[in-house]
């Protein structure tokens, strides 16, 4: 995997966070709502973006992957994350 | 039979028995369509026809019966969980094993061996300790065993690992291995027996929802329209239920295991230890067959990859060290619906038609007689079971979680 702080890395350095997604503000949000976005998950057979960390300097960052192909497509820390942007494959 | 031989040894017309009937057609309508012909799907089906009369039914299978996850695990069947809830579901489903090839009149190789659990620390001694006591209580045989006992019942174990020492161990003397491929093939072949059409080769692609119903299934061989439809996909559960635009609390992950060419027998009981990551077996035809956890990311790709294969080697030279130079001979991955508390989700879902059957991770081989009878229970007469009702989707609404972490995650 392509780490954005320390280049090409073995993957076994690295721990998947799984998929990004907004925060919903706790106090406006009603629990039903809070239960989903705690316990559910898209899960999706596709091209997904997710948040990774590089664990030996613990260095986070975004992954764009195909969960089909087990490709990883782009990496870039989050300061560049564009969460309206179509996911391209 | 000497005759048969005789009248048929070089003939070329011996009279196949072919008990599985080939793909029909699809018809317009069904009363059940069952989405996916795994161990579940086809248990299901074979429930509802012998126990509800319900045989009308489509399974809808996109590759060939049996070929996901039934034939990729390793076979375990016990009930040594830790909540009540569980313990009484997998103990329900290992007595519907014991006398299951006799129901289905097919030899399923029931192989009751025994389980040995390893603990290397005081605190997993502990979480055995309760697991044993939970068990017992519930009426399920189970027994602490110390390093003595553990040397007597299993001779080739290193009980002196380096850092990690065996200390005690969980003994659950009832646990079990079957054939899998024969699970599905018997299910099946006595449901098909009663009627109901098992089409491989059909993927389901689409699902029409109008009212709060699914009304029609899109597949590659046409549409059909069902009065139910239900859903044992595993891997693939968030995906087909996105085709009913619903989320389920489910990830996706690759399990990979592996088999070394066969030797001798030497390991009756099957031996897990959740702190090295490995459990192992011995087949009826002598292979050792070596499971682990799942891999480290989520993934729909049954890929394998060296890492795994490394450290699940290296574990098992750990309990086994003279093992080292046998010959791994086959290795696979299955992808399994991993839900956060371990425990299956199954049951309604927010549809009014639409049932669930998802979630079963790594641990739903032990559960394929007891999914498909009690589901088949609850569809038939419209009402949850109690025994599955800690199992049902909104359980996640009310933080009502049915934790079996601890006693599934590196032992299948
Ligand atoms: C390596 C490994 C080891 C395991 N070890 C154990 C163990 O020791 N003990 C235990 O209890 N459990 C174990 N498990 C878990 C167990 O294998 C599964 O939980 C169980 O087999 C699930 O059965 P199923 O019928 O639900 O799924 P499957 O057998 O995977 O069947 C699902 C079927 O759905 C089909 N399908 C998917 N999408 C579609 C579609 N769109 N249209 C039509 N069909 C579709 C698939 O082709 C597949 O055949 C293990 C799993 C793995 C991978």
Not at chain 2, 99 to 115: C, I, K, T, V
Not at chain 2, 276 to 301: F, K, M, W
């Amino acid at each position: 995997m392509h780490c954005p702080l320390n280049g090409p890395r073995n993957i076994s350095e690295f721990i998947c966070y799984g998929e990004f997604h907004n925060h919903p503000d706790p106090d406006k949000t009603s629990d039903k709502d809070w239960a989903e976005y705690v316990w559910l998950a898209n899960n999706a057979a596709g091209v997904v973006r997710e948040w990774w960390c590089h664990t030996p300097t613990n260095y986070w960052f975004i992954a764009e992957r195909n969960t089909v192909t087990d490709e990883i497509l782009r990496t870039y820390p989050s300061e560049d994350l564009r969460p309206s942007e179509e996911l391209r494959s | 039979m000497v005759l048969a031989l005789l009248k048929y040894g070089l003939s070329r017309r011996y009279p196949v028995r072919e008990e599985i009937p080939r793909t029909p057609d699809l018809k317009n309508h069904y009363d059940v369509v069952i989405i996916g012909g795994g161990g579940h799907g086809v248990s299901l089906a074979y429930h509802l026809a012998t126990k509800h009369g319900i045989t009308n039914i489509a399974i809808l299978e996109k590759g060939y019966l049996g070929g996901g996850n039934t034939a990729r695990n390793t076979t375990v069947i016990r009930s040594n969980y830790i909540t009540s809830q569980s313990i009484k579901f997998y103990a329900a489903s290992m007595r519907l094993y014991e006398s299951l090839a006799n129901e289905l009149d097919y030899n399923l190789m029931y192989s009751r061996r025994g389980q040995l659990t390893l603990s290397h620390s005081d605190g997993v001694s502990r979480a055995l300790r309760l697991r044993a006591d939970s068990g017992t209580f519930l009426g399920e045989r189970n027994e602490i065993l110390d390093r003595q006992q553990i040397k007597e019942l299993v001779p080739s174990l290193n009980l002196d690992i380096e850092g990690r020492p065996i200390l005690k161990g969980l003994w659950h003397p009832d646990a079990a291995t079957a054939r899998h491929d024969a699970v599905a093939w018997g299910y099946a072949i006595r449901a098909c027996d009663r009627g109901v059409e098992l089409h491989q080769k059909t993927q389901v692609t689409g699902l029409t929802v109008d009212r709060n119903k699914v009304t029609e299934v899109q597949t590659n061989r046409g549409n059909v329209s069902a009065g139910a439809v239900v859903q044992c996909v595993a891997g693939h559960s968030s995906v087909v239920a996105a085709m009913a635009g619903l989320r389920l609390p489910i990830r996706s992950f690759p399990l990979q295991a592996m088999v070394t060419h066969p030797v001798k027998p030497f390991l009756n009981p099957m031996v897990s230890s959740t702190a090295l990551h490995c459990y192992i077996s011995q087949s009826a035809r002598g292979e050792l067959v070596i499971g682990g956890g799942s891999d480290p990311y989520e993934l729909y790709n049954t890929r394998s990859t060296l890492d795994m294969k490394e450290s699940l080697a290296a574990s098992a030279l750990e309990m086994f060290p003279f093992i080292g130079d046998l010959k791994i001979l086959r290795q696979w991955a299955g992808i399994t619906d991993m839900t956060p508390d371990y425990s299956p989700v199954m049951g309604r879902s927010p549809l009014d038609n639409y049932w669930l059957d998802a979630g079963w991770g790594t641990w739903g081989f032990k559960s394929t007689p007891a999914s498909g009878f009690y589901l088949a229970q609850a569809m038939a007469e419209d009402r949850v079971p109690e025994m599955i009702q800690p199992f049902r989707l909104d359980r996640f609404d009310t933080f009502d979680l049915v934790n079996e972490m601890g006693a599934t995650a590196a032992s299948h």
